[in-house]
């Protein structure tokens, strides 16, 4: 009886104690990524999700604050001491290798989700991950709370080198052989194709995060120049009627975008200025028969 009083015990203890604790299908974890494809040096960004329908409070960081409202309505809502961890394994799917982390930076900010709530947070797999070879990869989100380990489902994205179309050198005369290459790559993206600027460095080596400069027509070719003083523009037709013009700041310490800006094609630039001066001075273009715009 005794041993059987002590059986009954302990099982209803254990039923108590698992009544608190978060249950798998309380807390889930997700992660999408912005493309399947990506080009070799691109930051590779995703957006973890995470729901809580448990009865704790899910976060990270140590004391963290939670906000509501915006702007002027903004007020502290509350404030907690959340201590879980968020992470995200990366294996390299060729040899089921799992990544070493490289960095020793949080892959998303402090945060804290309330029960019934949820949050979506930025992530760079590339930023603590070295995605510098062309392959496949697979990415699985992971948030350990209460020492139970939530798993969400597996990404499948490739690395790629990219298809060039253009490139150029550039020399530091303050640094002896030192050389940086640039790449113009393009490859299909959001129903299109998008351009890239790759850049790599020799002596010593080393290879910079590479840019999406957005949508191009390879109707004309990509041009990559560079200046003495260490401008470097890129030009590529964005549609039929327009360019883009991306400038960079290029040192032998630093690779900096500066912006980008539209440029009107040539061809449809005039045709505009002509239908203005025919508008503004009322005459006709029937009465012109020798212009061949209309």
């Given amino acids: 009886m005794r041993f059987f009083a002590a059986v009954v015990f302990a099982s209803s203890f254990l039923m108590a104690t698992f009544s608190h604790a978060a249950s798998p299908s309380e807390i889930s974890v997700d992660l999408k990524l912005d493309a399947s494809d990506f080009i070799i040096g691109e930051r590779v960004r995703a957006v973890l999700d995470i729901a809580n329908f448990s009865p704790d409070v899910v976060g990270i960081g140590g004391k963290v604050r939670v906000w509501a409202g915006e702007g002027e309505n903004r007020v502290l809502k509350a404030s907690y001491n959340v201590n879980d961890r968020v992470f995200i394994e990366v294996y390299r799917t060729s040899d089921q290798t799992q990544l070493k982390k490289i960095s ?56 790629v080198e990219g298809v060039q179309v253009g490139g150029a050198m550039q020399m530091f005369s303050s640094r002896r052989g030192m050389q940086r290459e640039f790449s113009l790559v393009y490859w299909p993206r959001s129903r299109g194709e998008h351009l890239f600027l790759r850049a790599r460095d020799t002596n010593p080596s080393k290879m910079w995060r590479t840019t999406d400069l957005g949508s191009v027509l390879r109707t004309t070719k990509p041009e990559v120049s560079v200046c003495k003083d260490g401008k470097v523009f890129v030009l590529h037709r964005h549609d039929q009627d327009s360019f883009v013009r991306s400038e960079f700041w290029s040192l032998p310490n630093d690779l900096e975008f500066r912006g980008r800006s539209l440029v009107l094609d040539p061809v449809t630039a005039g045709t505009q200025s002509v239908r203005e001066l025919y508008k503004d001075s009322s005459v006709k273009p029937k009465e012109n028969p020798w212009w061949k715009f209309w």
Avoid: C, W
């Fill in 104 to 159: 020793k930076g949080e892959f998303v900010a402090s945060f804290a989700v309330e029960t019934g709530e949820g949050q979506k947070l930025e992530v760079f797999l590339a930023d603590h991950y070295a995605l510098d070879v062309a392959n496949r990869y697979m990415a699985k989100p992971v948030l350990v709370h209460g020492g139970v380990r939530y798993e969400g489902l597996p990404r499948v994205f490739d690395i």
